[in-house]
Each structure stands twice: as structure tokens, then as C-alpha cells.
């Protein structure tokens, strides 16, 4: 039988509380069943006075309505407290009734240049709720997975200014120019003396945003963008994030990303990481504490029809390498950037049968480049034969690419409305608390008893 609702009911007056709308398996009640948000009161209390002024929206509340947005991908705070107005959820979670006005979604960017920015506020509201999700069990960081994503920042990629800025110092720059100074000295060269000048390279230099990276991944692929360098356990929980520019190199970053994860969570056993991460410093760096890399094969990146490095065999002993003709290599000096450099005989090459395969220099000479530090890369890739490192390695589609895709597919991650390094780095500190704070609430969940 047909039949028709009218709208009489839009009008009709019932007794109701607010905690009988919200769903007994909602999200909000999750969470709420998960933590206490009171500590936010002790972190903030700093940057409010006690006795004077007038009354301020509550800290809490503030916090929470940032949470609502990146937990359930909300694009802007505007938006944001339009959806908390008509959603009772939202309005349950901040604990406002039915009628109650909901702050302006200014409130929150007025606290933030006041109050919060320049404060570590955010990255220890992120590791207390990681710290609870440790004592809860959930968190396994005996394998830390470390990989980073580009976020398109809100800049045109056709408005930019070309300068040139000074190289940054690699943070083992200073062991590693004692260490070539030390194996020239064994190879009986000179020393080099420090550099007078230091290195500059042109970057362009977004007008809309200064702080954000000119990113180029092909040739359809080219922006202005933040890198969220991010590391995770094995069950997908974050342990630590770092925000850059998208000009600078995962590499660079590898080394105060891991010191986070030690200082905060604790030293794991093992670091997987991808193919942008496999260099000689990045290898000795875990090698030296004593952590085990997992790292992935690398093609060789030589010209086809030619001999691959790997075919020219190195002799420790004899600090040399032999040629796929048996003829020797030998070393004749070490570069500023960290390269042994070892050359063929010319007068031997030039009538060998494979030369058309080994080299196209004019004189006949053959060149080899090995680091001083090669040795930790080679013993990464002897471990990545085992199955250890195979296993842990299969796993960074489920941990750490599943933890991007998420961050980007639910929680508003793709793109960034904000600008500056201050404000991106907030932004992935709550990204990254909110989907620790669902996946423990979600794990942690218990039905309440049917009364």
C-alpha cells in the first residue's frame, strides 16, 4: 500500500537529550571511551592566565574541533563548524546542547598566532595519545617502516621567484671529511684543506608560499609542495613525523626522523625503507647502531650493452677491482664527496675485446667509484637476501603506504589549505594523532552492557 509522510513531525516538540541521538558505536563515543582529553588542560595552561581577562573558549573544545576535522577529512575549519552546527555528534563530543552557539571557526586561528604557534602544543598532544595507545598494548615498534609523501601546497606552481641559497650541511658532513682526509693520508695523498667557499644552488622559490618545495616527479607531475616525512610500526600507528619542503631529499631527512623514533618510542630492531633512502650514510648510520636495514634492490643504473658494476669484483685485500678480463683496477685517489676512484691500464684497453662494452672514454681508461662507506650498502643488500628482511619488507604496502593512502583518502591529506612549515607541521601532527586516536578507539572499543 502507498503511503505518505508528512511534514507535521518537523515541527513536534519532544523530550529527547542529546546523548540518546548519538549512535552507541559512533566514532566520537569510541574515542571519548578511549582517553581523557583532560590533559590538554596541563599542557596549555602556560599560555592562559588564571585571573584576569575574559573568560576563554575552552582548550579542550578548541583541540576537539580540530580533531573532528582531520578525523573525519572535513576540508576547512569553516566547514568544519557548519558540520558540528547541524551534526549532534559533533555537538555531543564538545559536550554543547541542542541550542548552544558553536565558537566561530575564526576562534581556532586566532589561538593558534596567540597562544600555540611557536609552542610544541601539538607534537606532545600527538605523543600522549601514541604514549596511551602504548599502554594500552597496541603498539609494536620493534620494526620502525619509514617513507614520506609530497601534500600540494596552496601555492601556483607558475608564481615563483629564482634564487640561489647555500647547500645545506649534511649532519655526518664533519665525520665524513675526517674520514676521506683519513683514507687519503692511508693511500699516501694529501689531505684536503676545509672549503673557503660554500656551495650555493639556484631553487625557485614559491611567491605564495616561500617555505614550501618545488616538487618534480615527471614531466605532467610538477608543484609546489610539503614532504611529510613519516615513520610507523608494524600495526600502522605513527611513531614520528617531520615536515620539509618537497625539494628536499627523503635522504636528508632519514637521520633526525630516526633519532625521533629512538628518543620518543624507543630503538627498534629494524628500519625498512625504500630505494630513496638506500645510501652509503643512511646504511651506516643503522648499521652503527646496531639496527638492522632493510633495504631494497637497486638496478644498476648503467647503459645497456655495457658491463654492470657488479661484474668488475672488488679485492678488499688488495684495494683494487678486476675487471670481467681479469685485468686490475687500480685505486688512484679519493674525491671530496666520499669516492674512491680506481682506473684501468689504457695501454692494456685499448686492444681488449670488450672494450666496446666496458667504456667510451677517448683514452682507453676504465673508471670505477666506490665509497668509502660501500661496505655498509653491500652489507644491507647480504641481508636483504634473508627472509627476515623479505618478510618485514612485503609489509610496507600494509604499514606505511596503507597509513599515506589513508591520511590522503579519509583524512584530507592530498592537499593543504595552509601555508607556512609551522602551520603544515601542525597539520601533520593532528593528521597523524587523529588516525592513531581512531585506530586505538576503534581497537579498544567495548559495547556498553544492555541495561
Known sequence: ????????????????????????????????????????YDIVKDTYCLDNGRPSIDPVVLIKMVFVQYLFGIRSMRQTIKEIETNVAYRWFLGYGFTEKIPHFSTFGKNYVRRFQGTDLFEQIFYRILEEAM?????????????????????????????????????????LELEINQDRENHGKKPFPPKEKEEAKEIKVSKTDPDSGYYVKDEREKMFAYSFHTACDAKGFVLATKVTGANIHDSQVFGQLLEQVIEKVGKPTAVAVDAGYKT??????????????????????TKDGFF???EYVYDEHYDCYICPKNQILEYRTTTREGYRQ???????????PFLEKCTQNKDHIKFIHRHIWEHYVEEADHLRHTEINKNIYEKRKETIERVFADGKEKHGMRWTTLRGLGKLSMQAMLTFAAMNLKKMANWTWKRPCPA
Do not use: W
Not at 516538540?13 to 590533559?39: G, N, S, T, Y
Not at 651506516?284 to 637497486?298: A, F, G
Open 1 to 40: 500500500m502507498l503511503s505518505k509522510r508528512t511534514d507535521n513531525n518537523r515541527n513536534q516538540l519532544e523530550m529527547v537529550a542529546l546523548d540518546q541521538l548519538v549512535p552507541e558505536d559512533h566514532l566520537v563515543r569510541k574515542i571519548e571511551q578511549a582517553i581523557d582529553f583532560d590533559f590538554i
Open 135 to 175: 599502554n594500552k598494548g597496541l603498539v609494536d615498534p620493534s620494526v620502525a617502516f619509514i617513507d614520506s609523501t609530497h601534500v600540494k601546497a596552496s601555492a601556483n606552481k607558475k608564481k615563483y621567484d629564482k634564487k640561489m641559497v647555500r647547500v645545506e650541511t649534511k649532519s655526518y658532513q664533519a665525520q
Open 280 to 301: 652509503p650514510a643512511n646504511a651506516k648510520s643503522l648499521l652503527d647502531k646496531e639496527i638492522r636495514p632493510v633495504m631494497p634492490y637497486t638496478r644498476p643504473r
Open 308 to 310: 654492470k658494476k657488479y
Open 342 to 352: 680506481y682506473a684501468s691500464n689504457p695501454e692494456i684497453c685499448k686492444t681488449c
